[in-house]
């Protein structure tokens, strides 16, 4: 992952307000943080620094349940970290909405991907359900994958585990704080491992027919502007709540981009709402499919968008992908691994941005032609 370009953050005097949707996610994590201390008692299976055999394990369960694109993606440098670790372990997932089993198709490992329903405490009976499920197996080892999440801890502590590892255990001194990077460094404190290699990047694990489909769909929406043989950029101009970038900030931003970079085709990727955020100035592209937009993206090779679940979609393919951050840390959310990068643009200047995208994107491709 490619250094931080930083600019001082805005502020704003004005208050604000809770809406009554952040009410409700407040209160529902509340009580689940209460259940978390007084319903959970003490486990005595909890492993430390070291405590984890390096054979033996067998049958693995990893909890993250949360329902968000990009956190079930930040999953997958945990699972290729347990296959090197436990080549002939199968592993169980208890996750949440439903992008977890496109997410996960590809790793051969995944045996019983279980979901729970993004407003779990709005049913109980289908959550009690998973859970009791879960409870009906036994693993030998547990991992809490999500540090901080009550749901997460409930859900490990009831599971039947000979040796369960709890990400936040783990001690923070010294090392990164990305979210995609500590379970795997907690896996390897656990073992006793050394943990300064290299965290894997993230990975969709695309086979070779979903690259040619992608490869093929570009084509397809190139075809319309005669740009095949013209580098290609891949926009995503949304994102939710206060990450999302106005579509003004936009407009200044590609127009400052594309005057630094150079001719280009770009390809604007279109939320499922269907609408336009560049004016309709560029080809569109749309799919629900999350592979076949990874595989779409990976063929277009450079990706653009703020902080987002399609975000760390693209940085889990071989494009080169930039995360445009406001108020949002990328010390825990950049887009990880390869030739990414995150540049933060709170101070509300799209020249300045796409100045700093621009420059990265430049030296990459200078770096391609001398080798």
Not at 26 to 55: C, E, F, K
Not at 309 to 329: E, K, N, Q, R, S
Request: charged fraction near 20%.
């Amino acid at each position: 992952m490619r250094p931080i370009a930083s600019f001082s953050p805005a502020t704003s005097a004005e208050p604000t307000r809770t809406p009554m949707h952040g009410k409700a996610a407040a209160w529902r994590r509340h009580l689940a943080a209460w259940l978390a201390r007084h319903l959970i008692a003490p486990s005595r299976n909890l492993v430390g620094a070291g405590g984890l055999p390096t054979s033996g394990i067998q049958r693995i369960l990893v909890c993250r349940p949360n329902h968000r694109l990009g956190n079930t993606l930040l999953l997958t440098p945990l699972l290729v970290e347990i296959e090197r670790r436990f080549p002939g372990a199968e592993v169980d997932l208890l996750s949440a909405g439903p992008a977890a089993h496109a997410v996960f198709r590809g790793f051969d490992i995944v045996g019983d991907c279980t979901t729970l329903d993004r407003h779990a405490v709005r049913r109980p009976l289908a959550t009690l359900g998973a859970l009791r499920k879960l409870r009906s197996r036994r693993y030998d080892l547990v991992i809490d994958a999500a540090a901080g999440s009550s749901s997460g801890r409930i859900a490990s502590a009831m599971a039947k585990a000979r040796y369960q590892l709890r990400t936040e255990a783990m001690p923070t001194d010294g090392g990164t704080t990305h979210l995609a990077a500590r379970p795997v460094q907690a896996l390897r404190w656990a073992l006793g491992a050394t943990s300064d290699a290299q965290v894997p990047p993230l990975d969709v694990r695309l086979s070779d027919a979903e690259r040619q489909g992608g490869r093929e769909a570009l084509a397809r929406v190139l075809r319309e502007v005669d740009g095949r043989h013209l580098p290609v950029l891949a926009i995503f101009p949304n994102a939710t709540g206060s990450k999302r970038l106005p579509a003004d900030w936009w407009g200044s931003f590609m127009q400052a981009l594309l005057d630094r970079l150079g001719e280009s085709c770009v390809v604007e990727l279109v939320s499922a709402d269907g609408q336009s955020r560049l004016g309709g100035g560029y080809p569109t592209y749309y799919t629900s499919d999350p592979r076949k937009l990874a595989a779409f993206i990976e063929a277009s090779g450079t990706y653009i968008s703020a902080d987002c679940g399609v975000m760390h979609l693209a940085a889990a393919t071989g494009a080169t992908t930039v995360g445009l951050f406001g108020p949002t840390d990328p010390e825990r959310y950049a887009p990880y691994g390869r030739d990414n990068t995150a540049v933060a643009c709170d101070d509300g200047c799209p020249r300045q941005a796409a100045a700093r995208v621009a420059m990265h994107l430049l030296r990459l491709r200078l770096q391609a032609r001398s080798t």
